[in-house]
């Protein structure tokens, strides 16, 4: 039971161009969501996250947009640079604090 | 936020062998989390380690294949069990959350290969 749902598992975007990656969820106890970028050979990092009080939440170049009418959210990067380059991952709990339920990741791709 | 060291970073085992990851934090935590990510998929909550008690394990991981260790606050091991190739994975250790809600801290993964 895949309750966070990444379907696209990649996107290439150009340089200076906006990215836009996507995220699905089925449990509608999920309060608090998260997205989190990781490099090769390291660990994810935290990017952004956003309550389910709000729908929308921006720090610098990216924003993540909150629709939970349609149990859906997406990552805004904007612009897009090529050290964006990386797999990036949703995640989900229940309430902030509470262990995490991850998606598949998507890899990006900016290409210069 | 902490700072976490993880090792090995990779190993190719044999199977029927036993790989033990350590995670070192450089503060005190109260929880500890052990992920693994398999090939193409999410990463996957194996366990909840905290100091003191035994590990809290999500449904299809046990104790017997994924022993875990917390002596104390900074500090846990993963072990993982009479390998076979489909534990070929990367295995995480994570910590949080921190200042920002939500905020875990990953170390920064095993990659475990079996032959």
């Known amino acids: 039971d895949q309750q966070v749902k990444q379907n696209s598992p990649s996107l290439s975007v150009q340089e200076g161009r906006i990215s836009i990656l996507n995220c699905d969820y089925t449990n509608s106890m999920f309060d608090y969501f998260l997205w989190y970028k990781k490099y090769p050979a390291e660990g994810p990092t935290f990017l952004i996250s956003?309550?389910?009080?709000?729908d929308k939440n921006e720090d610098g170049r990216f924003t993540v947009f909150l629709n939970k009418s349609a149990k859906h959210l997406s990552l805004h990067i904007v612009p897009s640079q090529p050290g964006d380059s990386a797999v990036y991952f949703c995640?989900?709990?229940?309430?902030?604090?509470?262990?995490?339920?991850f998606g598949e990741g998507t890899q990006l791709t900016v290409n210069p | 936020s902490a700072v976490i060291s993880q090792k090995p970073s990779r190993d190719i085992c044999q199977r029927g062998t036993s790989l033990t990851i350590q995670c070192q934090v450089d503060?005190?935590?109260?929880?500890m989390f052990w992920y693994r990510q398999q090939p193409g998929q999410s990463l996957t909550l194996i366990a909840t380690?905290?100091?003191?008690?035994?590990?809290?394990?999500e449904s299809g991981f046990v104790i017997d294949k994924f022993p875990i260790s917390r002596p104390n606050l900074t500090f846990s091991t993963l072990t993982v069990s009479n390998m076979s190739p489909e534990d070929s994975s990367i295995y995480l250790c994570?910590?949080?959350?921190?200042?920002?809600?939500?905020?875990?801290?990953f170390g920064s993964g095993t990659r475990l290969t079996v032959v």
């Open positions: 994570s910590v949080g959350p921190g200042p920002i809600p939500g905020g875990y801290t």
């Open positions: 380690a905290n100091q003191g008690s035994e590990a809290t394990y």
């Open positions: 503060s005190q935590v109260t929880m």
């Open positions: 995640a989900a709990s229940v309430t902030s604090g509470s262990r995490l339920t």
């Open positions: 956003i309550s389910s009080i709000k």
